[in-house]
């Protein structure tokens, strides 16, 4: 089993960038396909980004699609998601999520694994 804690949240203004991180215990993160989630007061949860676990193929949501970056530190066992030139849009809770199985890494139900989430408000 593998355990997730999301941390790198806050307050940031619209057009500026912040650097959440997900850090893994109890198993090799490159183990599983990875990805990132949020969601919004009232809203659903939605897919933001992903990453396999070859590594090889990341996939983001058309929202942030040229603005958030996914990527995969083996060394330190750590998931981070780069968000740049903010908005309001995407304020929500971030949440990381690991899977081992090999069902669409867009789907909320594919995930085995969930970290609790982290906080990111943009004001305008």
């Known amino acids: 089993q593998v355990q997730l804690v999301e941390s790198g949240g806050g307050l940031v203004q619209a057009g500026g960038s912040l650097r959440l991180s997900c850090a893994a215990s109890?198993?090799?993160?490159?183990?599983?396909?990875v990805g990132w989630f949020r969601q919004a007061p009232g809203k659903e949860r939605e897919f933001v980004a992903a990453?396999?676990?070859?590594?090889?193929?990341?996939a983001y949501a058309d929202s942030v699609k040229g603005r958030f970056t996914i990527s995969r530190d083996d060394a330190t066992n750590t998931v981070y998601l780069e968000m740049n030139s903010l908005d309001s849009e995407d304020t929500a809770v971030y949440l990381c999520?690991?899977?081992?199985?090999?069902?669409?890494?867009?789907?909320?139900?594919?995930?085995?694994?969930w970290g609790h989430g982290t906080q990111v408000t943009v004001s305008s």
């Open positions: 109890g198993r090799t993160i490159s183990r599983y396909n």
């Open positions: 999520a690991a899977s081992s199985n090999t069902q669409s890494v867009y789907q909320v139900r594919t995930y085995d694994y």
């Open positions: 990453m396999t676990r070859s590594g090889v193929y990341r």
